[in-house]
Nanobody, 121 residues
Framework: QVQLVESGGGLVQPGGSLRLACAAS????????MGWYRQVPGKERELVAT???????TYVDSVKGRFTISRDNDKNTGYLQMNSLKPEDTAVYYC???????????????WGQGTQVTVSS
């Protein structure tokens, strides 16, 4: 099976920075697109950023210029560098990855368990 494990969340003051990591492990043949989502209670999960295997990234407008998504394909790990954090960035952050477990199977989306990010003074 495949597991995604996020780390790096926590409490930070407005204007501060955090770096989230998402490590994939298990029966992995290859990992396609990776993404970071966030969710606050009572709201739908929001796509924050995505990155292709080749490193092409996209961002939701509210984080452009502040967040940077990256990946290390050799380590099967994705990252989200979050700078100039605002209280409205407070949410549970989830990583998502499209994983192929064999060369004969299609990619399947997997999710991490989520990590809490709280921006508050």
């Amino acid at each position: 099976q495949v597991q995604l494990v996020e780390s790096g969340g926590g409490l930070v003051q407005p204007g501060g920075s955090l770096r989230l990591a998402c490590a994939a492990s298990g029966s992995i043949f290859s990992i396609g697109n990776m993404g970071w989502y966030r969710q606050v209670p009572g709201k739908e999960r929001e796509l924050v950023a995505t990155i292709t295997t080749g490193g092409i990234s996209t961002y939701v407008d509210s984080v452009k210029g502040r967040f940077t998504i990256s990946r290390d394909n050799d380590k099967n790990t994705g990252y989200l560098q979050m700078n100039s954090l605002k209280p409205e960035d407070t949410a549970v952050y989830y990583c998502n990855a499209i994983v192929r477990i064999t060369m004969w199977t299609m990619g399947h989306p997997y999710w991490g368990q989520g990590t809490q990010v709280t921006v508050s003074s």
